[in-house]
């Protein structure tokens, strides 16, 4: 179980990589955290999205990178933090398998926020023998909630 404070030495490492499962638990244990996806609104239409009603929460829905051109969002950062009330808010960040997730948490821990997580595989995880995502790891390989939209 992820510990609810960071020490500077963690802080100085970078963001931590958490599984899904971690994350999934942490988002029920915690009260105040927050779900971030922050793939394009096509993903969340085709591939679908976590859903985290039985948790009574939502998912924050929000672009690092800007569909079609996939330009990064500059309003990311603004809008986000305008949704967070205590820069030591648990947040957890998740895209398709991991990177943009990464580069999203590594900016708002830059920004002052205190406990970013970086969600490994993401929601549709590595690619199968035959090139096809959602049954190695990932949200979805690991049976937790989702919805397409």
Excluded at 100 to 127: K, W
Aim: aromatic share 10%; proline share 5%.
């Amino acid at each position: 179980m992820l510990t609810a404070q960071r020490t500077s030495s963690d802080m100085l490492a970078g963001v931590p990589d958490v599984s899904v499962q971690e994350a999934w638990a942490a988002l029920k244990d915690q009260p105040h955290s927050m779900l971030i996806d922050v793939r394009t609104e096509p993903e969340w239409a085709f591939s679908g999205r976590p859903d985290l009603s039985s948790l009574g929460k939502d998912t924050v829905l929000l672009s690092w990178r800007l569909y079609p051109d996939f330009e990064l969002n500059m309003t990311f950062v603004n809008h986000l933090g305008g949704l967070i009330g205590d820069k030591e808010t648990p947040l957890y960040f998740l895209c398709k398998t991991g990177g943009r997730s990464r580069d999203a948490a590594e900016v708002m821990l830059a920004e002052g926020y205190t406990q970013c997580f970086n969600i490994a595989h993401g929601f549709e995880g590595d690619p199968n023998d035959q090139a096809q995502r959602g049954s190695i790891n990932g949200w979805k390989a690991e049976g937790l909630p989702w919805q397409q939209v």
